[in-house]
């Protein structure tokens, strides 16, 4: 069982940074891809970005240009920086996992709250 440990939310205010991070435990399969998604309150989850093991990235409309993921070669750990935060970007913050075998794992998480 792969295990995500989050931690890098808190409370801002609009136009502050945040940097989040997630360390997953060594799965048995391989990573495929890693990301972070997002649920507000009264709302579903939804991608905010992701990156997979060739590099490849991909962001949500709502924050391209202000976020930037990244995960460093040879490291089970991914980071989301957050740039000129928004109130509208207050939600839970969730990783992500996808393995090379089809399996998806989350982490359990980490409260992001912008005041304006």
């Known amino acids: 069982q792969v295990r995500l440990v989050e931690s890098g939310g808190g409370l801002v205010r609009a136009g502050e940074s945040l940097r989040l991070s997630c360390k997953a435990s060594?799965?048995?399969?391989?990573?495929?891809?890693m990301g972070w998604y997002r649920q507000a309150p009264g709302k579903q989850r939804e991608l905010v970005a992701a990156?997979?093991?060739?590099?490849?990235?991909n962001y949500a409309d709502s924050v391209k240009g202000r976020y930037t993921i990244s995960k460093p070669d040879a490291k089970n750990t991914v980071y989301l920086q957050m740039s000129d935060l928004k109130p509208e970007d207050t939600a839970v913050y969730y990783c992500?996992?996808?393995?090379?075998?089809?399996?998806?794992?989350w982490g359990q998480g980490t409260q992001v709250t912008v005041s304006s």
């Open positions: 992500n996992l996808g393995d090379l075998l089809g399996g998806t794992y």
């Open positions: 990156v997979t093991n060739r590099g490849d990235t």
């Open positions: 060594d799965t048995m399969f391989g990573i495929k891809t």
